[in-house]
Structures are given as C-alpha cells and as structure tokens.
C-alpha cells in the first residue's frame, strides 16, 4: 500500500511586509527629492527664462554647457569672476565663521555635562537654555538683532557709546564684515545647542567602563578626551560636521531677513548662493536654467565638502587592518595555489 504522500506545511511569508512600511519613504523621496533633483540636472542644460518685454516664456531649449559658461566665466572672460562664485564665496566665509566655533564649542560642552569627575548640577536647565535659540523661528532672530544693532539707537550702539568705546553711533549693516559678523553669530548662537545635544548622545554611547578603566590607570581628563572620547565619538562627529556643512552652505533665512533690502548688503557681500539661486529663478527674467546650472555647482561643492569631511575623519586604524587582512588572504591563497 502506497505511503500518502507528506502535505506541505503552510507558512507564513512576513518578509514582504517590510517592504510596504519602507515604501512610503522611497515613495516621497522619488516625488519630492529624486525627480526635482533629476529636473534640476536637466535643466541646467536648458535655456529657460522669461522674455520681459513681451512676458514670453523662453524654452526650455537645449543648449549645452551655456549655462555653465555664465556660471563660471565672467563677462570679462575671467574664470571664476561671476555672480554665481562670489555669492559662493559669502558664503563660505559666513559658514566657516560660524562652523568652527560651532563645533569647538559643542564638543567642550558635550564632554562638560558627561564628564563624572565634575558632576554639574542643574545640566537639563543649561542644557534647554543652550538649545532654546534652536526652537526660535529664524525670522524672530532676525528681528531681534536687527533691533539690537540698529543705527544709531540701537541698544549696542547705546552701550559702546556709553561706554566710551565709541564716539558716534556706528552704522554695523553698512559694514562688510560687521554684517558678516552679525550673520555668521546668528548661526552660531543658533545651532551650537542642536550640535551639543547631538554630541552628547554620542559621549553617552560610550561604554562607561571605558572612562572607568582610563581613571584607574590615573588619566587626566584631557588624555581620556584625547585617547578615548574623541576617537569613539568619530561616526557622530562626522555626522555633525557632514551636516553641518549641507546646512551652512544652503544658509538662506538669516542674511535674507537680517539685512535691509533683502539682497545681501551691504554691495552683495552678505547674498548667500541660495539668495543668489532664488533672485536668478523668480525675479526678473526669470532665468531657470542659469538658476538650475547654479544649484548644480552648489551640490558639486557641498559633495566636494562633505568627501574632504569623511576623508579627514576616516578610520585609519580600521582601514591599515582591513589591509593587513587583504595581505594575509592574497598570501594565503598564492600559497595555496602552489
């Protein structure tokens, strides 16, 4: 008599799932950041604008590489010489200028509060009041020190004056460096708390036993910072700078409000690239393939910043083993052969 043949058991597939609740991600990504972006890049080799006189929309036509011509090459044929990298320029500077003392000061924070040897007390009330500027709308800020160096009753002005370190009240928007000055504070105050918190989750995610055994063998909290902190808290530090640098190089809100017309004064040193990108796109001629190529040099230049990041910040340690590894199995296998 025939065996009955075995009945297979019916199980459940779970793994599909998984898929339905990362698509909703992908699905927004692709409508509202990978097809702009894709746009954008197509765009950029396109004549678009807006004839005035007859309020005619040009294009989009190919046209090559023109727009990058007018990118990079001024009218006087001088590389480098145009609006689009000037703009870019104020804005390095503004961003290093606040970039540096940002991180410095987060870090020394960051290592402070989480530092067992001084046992601070009341850190959540220094911690909320040092990233309360962060919750504060950008437009707020700016209202506020634009009335706090307002010319000539403004209170800094008053104080200098009283003070004797002034002998007329000084015109700080009409300066080019005491806007810059200003604008690259304003981020400064801003951010710095938003960094501290975020380095200090990653202090927190050291191993306590780490710091415990550096104290028994009788180090000093700088070597512990130097030897210990600082080379574990290396893939969040990264991730700050990284971030750092996407976000000070599409700096916008601050300048646009803070200075009088809007446009970056005094003369334009205070207009931001993305300033520039916005004045090319919906003013004027409306030129939306020169403002495309522009957002394009600005994405080159951002990658260009963030790969220098990660190059700084690299793992030499982990990268000299994994090529030791390499060795040793390249050896083994000729070995092998033979």
Known sequence: MAKPAKQKRKTVEYSRYGYYFIAPFFIVFAIFQLWPLIYTIGLAFCENYTDTMFNVEVGPVFNG???FKTVFIGKDGTLFNTYTFQSLWNTIIMWLLNFIPQILLALILAVWFTDTRVKMKAQGAYKIMTFMPNIITAATISVLFYSLFNYPNGPV???????????????????KWATRGIISFINFWMWYGNTMVVLTAGVLGISPSLFEAARVDGASSF???KKITLPLLRPILLFTLVNSAIGGLQMYDIPKLLTTSGYGDPDYTTRTITMYMRELAFT?????????????????VTLFFSLILFYIMR???????RKQNKAIQKEIARKGAK
């Not at 002005?157 to 300066?175: D, H, K, T, V, W």
């Not at 004027?284 to 080159?300: C, D, E, N, P, R």
């Open 315 to 321: 793992d030499k340690d982990a990268i000299r083993e």
């Open 65 to 67: 590489i023109e727009n």
């Open 284 to 300: 004027g001629a409306k030129q939306m393939g020169k403002a495309s190529a522009t957002s394009v040099v600005l994405f080159v």
């Open 223 to 225: 070597q512990i910072f």
């Open 157 to 175: 002005n008053q104080f200098l004056l009283e003070s004797g370190l002034l002998s007329q009240p000084y015109r700080f928007f009409q300066q």
